[in-house]
C-alpha cells in the first residue's frame, strides 16, 4: 500500500516530514504576546493509535508514529485526558463550550433531522452557547477552524448557524457542516471522486490552511482548531483504494495507510511552525474526540476497556499531548492530572490573559506547564437516551449510559438506577473487576451524585 501523498504539494511533504531544523521564512516577534494555539482534535482515534502510548503487545501490530511520538518527546504526555463523550458530536461541544454536551441537547452524532429526534437531541448547536474562539477573540486572538465541524449542518439540516457565528473569523470544513468547503464536497455526500481536494489530501489540505493562516496573520496570536476527518472509517488513503472499494473499507491495511499519512502531516505542521518562526510561541495540543471503532480486537483501545460509543474508558480516555515549548519541559509524562474536554475552554482563556472561571469545567493552565494537580470536581458523562438510538456496541463493551469519576474510583449505571458498577481505577485501568458489591455505601453516595446530574441536563 502507497502511503498518501498530495501531488501538488510532493516537494513539502518531503521538506516537512519531520521536524528537524529549517530556517525561518518569517521573523515574527512573538514572545512578550498569548501564545498562538492550535488544537489537533483527530477523529476516532483509540489510545493505542498513537505510538508512545502503546504497549508492548500493539506496538508491532499498529504503524509507528514518529512525529506524533515527537510532540510527546518535545512536551508532556498526560495518560488521564479525557474527552466529553464516546462519540464526535457531543464531544466537539463539549470542547467548543466548556460544558457538559447534554446542557445543549447534544447527546450523539447529528445527522439528519429523523435520527436527531430519535436521539432525543437538537438539530445543531445553539449560537448562543459559550464558544472558546469567540472569547478568545475579545482577548485579541484571531481565530480559524480548518476540517470537520459536526455540531450542525449537512444532510437536511439546513438552518444550521454559520461557522463565523461560534467565533471564527476563517473556516474551511467538510460536508457534516453549514459551510462545507466546495472543493472537498462536490456531491452531496462525504466524499466523491470528484472532489478537487481528494479524500486521502484531506488532512494535507487542513494542514496547509493552518500554516497559510499562521504566515498571513503575524501581528496578532492565533487561535485553531486542526480538526481533520482522519482517522474516521471507512479509510480511503489513494485512489487505488478508491476504485477498489468506492464506500472505503474497515480494514487493517488500509487504517494502516491513513494512520502513517496521518503522522507525515502532523510532521509538516510541526516544520512548518518552525519555518515561520513562531515555534516557542505556539501552544499545541494533540487529542482525539473519542475512542476508536474497530478496534481491531481492543487492539486499539490498548490496555482500556471498550470503544467508541462506548462509557469505558476504550471510549473516553483519549491520548492528549502539550508542547509549548516556551513554557513546557521536555519528555514529562503526567500521570497525576485528570483533564476533561471542557477544562480547555477556562484553560485556554486564561492563557490568553482573560480571568474567571467558566463553564463547567476547571482551569487547568498550571497542568497544562508541567506543574501536576490534582482535580477538583468530579466528572461525568452519559451516552445513551433510549434503547433504539443507542444499542450499540454490542457485547461486553456496551456500558451502562452514565458514568462518573471522582479521585480513582468510576461509577457506570443506568439512568434509572440499575447496573451499577464500580471501578477503582488506579488498580483496574483496564476495568475488568467490578468492586460495587464490596463497597455498597460508596456506590450509592456516587450513585446519588451521578442521577442528579443527569436530571439537570435539558431533556
Keep these: 500500500m502507497t502511503i498518501r501523498l498530495v501531488l501538488p504539494i510532493i516537494g513539502l511533504v518531503l521538506l516537512f516530514s519531520s521536524f528537524g531544523p ?6 515574527q516577534k512573538q514572545t512578550n504576546r498569548p501564545p498562538n494555539i492550535i488544537l489537533i482534535l483527530i477523529d476516532d482515534m483509540g489510545s493505542a493509535d498513537v505510538g508512545c502510548y502503546r504497549s508492548s503487545n500493539s506496538a508491532s501490530q499498529l504503524p509507528p508514529t514518529p512525529n506524533i511520538d515527537r510532540l510527546a518527546a518535545e512536551g508532556i504526555k498526560f495518560t ?16 467548543l463550550t466548556g460544558n457538559v454536551p447534554g446542557k445543549w441537547r447534544i447527546t450523539s452524532f447529528l445527522a439528519e433531522r429523523k435520527h436527531n429526534r430519535t436521539c432525543e437531541q437538537a438539530d445543531f448547536l445553539d449560537a448562543s452557547a459559550p464558544s472558546v474562539a469567540r472569547e478568545l477573540k475579545t482577548a485579541g486572538y484571531t481565530t480559524a477552524h480548518f476540517g470537520k465541524w459536526h455540531m450542525g449542518g449537512g444532510r437536511d439540516v439546513d438552518n444550521a448557524p ?11 470544513s467538510t460536508w457534516e457542516s453549514p459551510d462545507p468547503d466546495p472543493l472537498l464536497t462536490s456531491t452531496n455526500w462525504i466524499w466523491a471522486k470528484s472532489d478537487s481536494v481528494k479524500r486521502w489530501n484531506r488532512t494535507a489540505y487542513f494542514v496547509d490552511k493552518t500554516l497559510d493562516f499562521l504566515k498571513r496573520n503575524p501581528s496578532k496570536p492565533c487561535y485553531i482548531n486542526l480538526w481533520p476527518d ?26 494502516n495507510a491513513v494512520l502513517a499519512d496521518l503522522d507525515v502531516q502532523i510532521g509538516r505542521l510541526m516544520a512548518g511552525l518552525k519555518a515561520l518562526g513562531i515555534d516557542d510561541n505556539t501552544l499545541v495540543m494533540f487529542t482525539s474526540d473519542n ?10 483501545s490498548g490496555e482500556f476497556r471498550g470503544s467508541k460509543l462506548s462509557l469505558y474508558e476504550g471510549g473516553i480516555r483519549m491520548p492528549f499531548i502539550v508542547r509549548y515549548p516556551a513554557k513546557t519541559p521536555k519528555g514529562r509524562t503526567d500521570n497525576q492530572s485528570v483533564i476533561s474536554a471542557i477544562d480547555l475552554r477556562p484553560t485556554l482563556l486564561s492563557l490568553a490573559g482573560k480571568k474567571g472561571s467558566r463553564g463547567d469545567g476547571e482551569n487547568v493552565a498550571a497542568v497544562l506547564v508541567g506543574k501536576p494537580a490534582s482535580r477538583k470536581k468530579p466528572l461525568f458523562w452519559e451516552y445513551g437516551r433510549n434503547n433504539e ?13 452514565l458514568a462518573m469519576r471522582e479521585g480513582n474510583w468510576k461509577l ?18 483496564s476495568e475488568q473487576t467490578d468492586v460495587s458489591s464490596q463497597n455498597a455505601k460508596l456506590v450509592n453516595d456516587l450513585k446519588a451524585k451521578v442521577l442528579a446530574w443527569r436530571s439537570g441536563l435539558a431533556k
Design 291 to 300: 475512542g476508536a471503532l474497530p478496534t481491531f480486537q481492543g487492539k486499539r
Design 22 to 27: 529549517s530556517r525561518p521564512t518569517t521573523t
Design 412 to 429: 457506570l449505571v443506568n439512568a434509572d438506577g440499575s447496573g451499577a458498577e464500580l471501578y477503582n481505577l488506579s488498580t483496574d485501568p
Design 230 to 255: 482522519d482517522v474516521h472509517t471507512p479509510w480511503v488513503p489513494d485512489e487505488t483504494t478508491l476504485n477498489e472499494f468506492p464506500k472505503g473499507t474497515e480494514k487493517p491495511r488500509e487504517f
Design 162 to 172: 454559520g461557522i463565523r457565528q461560534y467565533g471564527f473569523d476563517e473556516y474551511a
Design 80 to 95: 488521564n485526558y479525557y474527552s466529553a463523550a464516546p462519540i464526535c458530536s457531543p464531544s466537539r461541544v463539549g470542547l
Design 389 to 401: 438510538s443507542f444499542r450499540y456496541p454490542e457485547g461486553r463493551d456496551k456500558s451502562p449510559n
